[in-house]
């Protein structure tokens, strides 16, 4: 088999990002599944091959074409200096795939109010590289030690002076009485090729389908399909409350009995999710009957 023909080595995030991954997944139309401590699920497609991999560790493997793609946060991207091709990123708090930040933190009644307090002092963290670089461009002499885990807790209880962690709403670490001196890096999942997979043109053709339907996946996550019947002295009226991504689809009913000798449409469109709550009552005040509501996997 020639290395074009064999499968896709793609990159699956082990944690926080499995499950959420996996679901995003499954509405692109891929089905995932783990098996027990496996650390390759099996896919419904034979184009490509799923590894598990910690996303620490996720852009170094992809970058030496131990995997032809993946997904990983943008934090480890640049923690690990990688060379890699991104081809999206995957941000949507519907399926927990969200965008986190980096951040300074000290206790709260710590003295230290500026990162230029803390020199001479040590500082842990799993993100050393950024962290160090962070320092070191504003001239600050800092001791950085890599943390195994428990970060919170080493500054909560003194063991350090300050950490760099990650957080998405601050709201965990004030619960631990912790505050946020700076923001050092924002991060979000992504999803990225290694660079000689990205110019092989069958790897490539995947990875852009991957691509494409997952960012049609995330996108359905914000809209719902909508469809009406409205009556044709009423259309007009429905049709101008409506949003759509080009022009609402209006086709003719059926003539039957029970439409009593008028004429009706049925209108299907594409909306935010947001809106339909305040807009049904309003398409039902404009004439607009037996209106259905519906998810949608994909819009692209």
Same mark, same amino acid.
């Given at each position: 088999m020639s290395h074009s023909d064999a499968p896709l080595k793609l990159g699956i995030p082990k944690g926080s990002l499995e499950k959420s991954t996996i679901e995003l997944f499954a509405k692109a139309g891929w089905r995932i599944q783990t098996r027990g401590r496996s %650390?390759?699920?099996?896919?419904?497609?034979?184009?490509?091959?799923? &590894?598990?991999?910690?996303?620490q560790e996720m852009s170094r493997y992809i970058e030496s074409g131990f995997l032809d793609g993946g997904v990983t946060g943008q934090d480890w991207i640049v923690e690990n200096a990688s060379r890699v091709h991104t081809l999206c990123d995957l941000v949507y708090s519907k399926v927990s795939l969200q965008g986190?930040?980096?951040?300074?933190?000290?206790?709260?009644?710590?003295?230290?109010?500026?990162?230029?307090?803390?020199?001479?002092?040590?500082?842990a963290t799993e993100l050393v590289n950024v962290t160090r670089a962070f320092f070191?461009?504003?001239?600050?002499?800092?001791?950085?030690?890599?943390?195994?885990?428990?970060?919170?807790?080493?500054?909560?209880?003194?063991?350090?002076?300050?950490?760099?962690?990650?957080?998405?709403?601050? &709201?965990?670490?004030?619960?631990?009485?912790?505050?946020?001196?700076?923001?050092?890096?924002?991060?979000?999942?992504?999803?990225?090729?290694?660079?000689?997979?990205?110019?092989?043109?069958a790897r490539r053709e995947k990875l852009e389908q991957i691509s494409l339907l997952l960012r049609?996946?995330?996108?359905?996550?914000?809209?719902?399909?909508?469809?009406?019947?409205?009556?044709?002295?009423?259309?007009?009226?429905?049709?101008?409350?409506?949003?759509?991504?080009?022009?609402?689809?209006? &086709?003719?009913? %059926?003539?039957?009995?029970q439409l009593h000798g008028e004429e009706w449409f049925s209108v299907e469109t594409v909306i935010r999710e947001a809106t339909a709550r305040d807009l049904i009552p309003r398409l039902i005040k404009a004439g607009a009957i037996g209106i259905i509501e519906y998810p949608l996997n994909k819009v692209i």
């Open positions: %650390y390759f699920p099996s896919i419904d497609d034979p184009g490509i091959r799923c &590894s598990l991999m910690r996303p986190t930040r980096w951040v300074l933190v000290v206790r709260d009644d710590s003295p230290v109010q500026r990162p230029e307090d803390l020199a001479g002092k040590r500082i070191a461009g504003r001239k600050i002499d800092v001791e950085v030690e890599f943390s195994w885990g428990a970060t919170e807790a080493k500054v909560a209880e003194g063991l350090v002076d300050a950490i760099v962690d990650v957080t998405e709403t601050g &709201s965990t670490l004030r619960a631990n009485k912790l505050r946020i001196l700076c923001d050092l890096l924002p991060s979000n999942p992504q999803l990225v090729a290694n660079l000689d997979a990205w110019r092989d043109p049609g996946a995330l996108e359905a996550q914000a809209q719902v399909g909508i469809k009406l019947n409205v009556r044709r002295d009423q259309l007009d009226p429905v049709i101008g409350l409506l949003p759509s991504l080009t022009a609402p689809t209006v &086709s003719n009913l %059926y003539p039957t009995e």
